[in-house]
């Protein structure tokens, strides 16, 4: 069946920089529209970075544009979001999905039907 297993999150001073991977597996097609959410505490789920694996294609919340990168590794099929410069603002619980294709309002949870169980960042001040 399908899984998709996130790994790399831990605790980094505001400044710092840390990488998620995102390790698929089970799917039936290659391209699909894989994305990073996060979800501070008592706050709403919400989009960071997409990426259409089909055409490489990638997609940004303005409050990460310029300080995290989204990129897939084709052969292992694993998703990694590169977090540089991070903030106590980008303290959450990541989560990895995956979608069909990638539409317009990207960052909306309810277009993923697959779900990652989610890894801890926490960025100190």
């Known amino acids: 069946q399908v899984q998709l297993v996130e790994s790399g999150g831990g605790t980094v001073q505001a400044g710092g920089a840390l990488r998620l991977s995102c390790a698929a597996s089970g799917f039936t097609y290659s391209s699909r529209c894989m994305v990073w959410f996060r979800q501070p505490p008592e706050k709403e789920r919400e989009g960071v970075a997409a990426i259409y694996t089909g055409r490489g294609s990638t997609y940004y919340a303005d409050s990460v544009k310029g300080r995290f990168t989204i990129s897939h590794d084709n052969a292992n099929d694993i998703v990694y979001l590169q977090m540089n410069s991070l903030k106590p603002d980008d303290t959450a619980i990541y989560y990895c999905?995956?979608?069909?294709?990638?539409?317009?309002?990207?960052?909306?949870?309810?277009?993923?039907?697959?779900w990652g169980q989610g890894t801890q960042v926490t960025v100190s001040s």
């Open positions: 999905a995956a979608g069909a294709i990638c539409v317009v309002n990207w960052s909306s949870k309810r277009f993923y039907n697959y």
